[in-house]
């Protein structure tokens, strides 16, 4: 098994940035790739960053590329997701994943940080 925890999220202006942490723990060696997800009230979950544990290798959704960062620390076991220039339609709550297979089902689901944008 492994343990997801978020934190990090919170209000903010339009324009401005957050940056998200996910804290693995438990049976990490099983895990090939973390992500980042978001759902906004009506709307399904949806990919927002992807990285996998070993090279490093990321994708974005093209909402937030040029905007959003992730990152790993490999010796921490956490996921950061870097979110500058927020925009409302960023509002949402955002979950970590964590995968056995790099592209394939979430195995292990965070319990979700909310992140408000407002104008």
């Known amino acids: 098994q492994v343990q997801l925890v978020e934190s990090g999220g919170g209000n903010v202006r339009t324009g401005g940035s957050l940056r998200l942490s996910c804290a693995a723990s438990?049976?990490?060696?099983?895990?090939?790739?973390m992500g980042w997800y978001r759902q906004a009230p009506g709307n399904q979950r949806e990919l927002v960053a992807l990285?996998?544990?070993?090279?490093?290798?990321?994708n974005y959704a093209d909402s937030v590329k040029g905007r959003f960062t992730i990152t790993r620390d490999n010796a921490a076991n956490t996921v950061y997701l870097q979110m500058n220039d927020l925009q409302p339609q960023d509002t949402a709550v955002y979950y970590c994943?964590?995968?056995?297979?790099?592209?394939?089902?979430?195995?292990?689901w965070g319990q979700g940080t909310q992140v408000t944008v407002s104008s």
């Open positions: 994943g964590a995968s056995k297979r790099i592209w394939g089902r979430t195995d292990y």
């Open positions: 438990g049976s990490i060696f099983t895990i090939n790739a």
């Open positions: 990285i996998t544990t070993v090279a490093g290798d990321t």
